[in-house]
């Protein structure tokens, strides 16, 4: 696993298309529980090369109930971005992530994710890539019916604060969903 991460922490595959240039963010170990797959680094991670250590993170962890000791633990948590570096800002908030990342990568990672019990699918291009013809029509949709793509996937909307016109039209994710993540992850680790 670890000559593996050093490739992908290497990787320039992108640097062509990538103004602020490469700083791949992920982690993993043989042994993680739970995969968290979003989207990619932001800005703010880009320059700290520290996983959803933003105010995306903060509300992603308290979506799961676990405190950052327990999140920043690879051996309960491997995560691994749809793409590992930062794209870069668009005109309504970052570009999306590179598409070269998860096909180059993510198979070499799951196949050596030996103890895996649950992938969190964050935002639609996570979920887009790994549940194809089995998600929903809608991401809100896909996420209402979250018990269906258990045990292997839990799917959640994008923890960012531009979400946040979201979670108000959609009361039912805090009260009928979060309790069950929260409970779920619990479990695993």
Request: net charge neutral; hydrophobic share 35%.
């Amino acid at each position: 696993m670890e000559q593996l991460l050093t490739e992908i922490r290497n990787c320039t595959t992108c640097l062509p298309h990538l103004k602020d240039g490469v700083n791949p963010v992920l982690a993993a170990h043989a042994n993680s529980k739970i995969a968290i797959i979003g989207q990619a680094p932001g800005r703010v991670v880009h320059e700290s090369g520290k996983a959803w250590a933003d105010k995306s993170g903060d509300r992603l962890r308290d979506w799961l109930g676990i405190d950052e000791t327990a999140f920043y633990d690879v051996e309960k948590f491997a995560i691994i971005p749809m793409g590992f570096c930062y794209p870069g800002k668009g005109k309504s908030g970052d570009l999306p992530p590179r598409k070269e990342c998860a096909p180059q990568w993510h198979h070499l990672l799951f196949e050596q994710l030996n103890q895996l019990e649950l992938t969190i699918l964050i935002g639609s291009y996570a979920q887009n890539y790994y549940l194809k013809d089995k998600k929903q029509k809608t991401l809100t949709e896909t996420v209402r019916n979250y018990e269906s793509y258990l045990p292997e996937f839990l799917v959640l909307p994008h923890p960012s604060p531009r979400n946040n016109i979201w979670m108000k039209k959609n009361e039912w994710f805090k009260t009928d969903v979060l309790p069950a993540v929260s409970a779920i992850v619990q479990e695993i680790i």
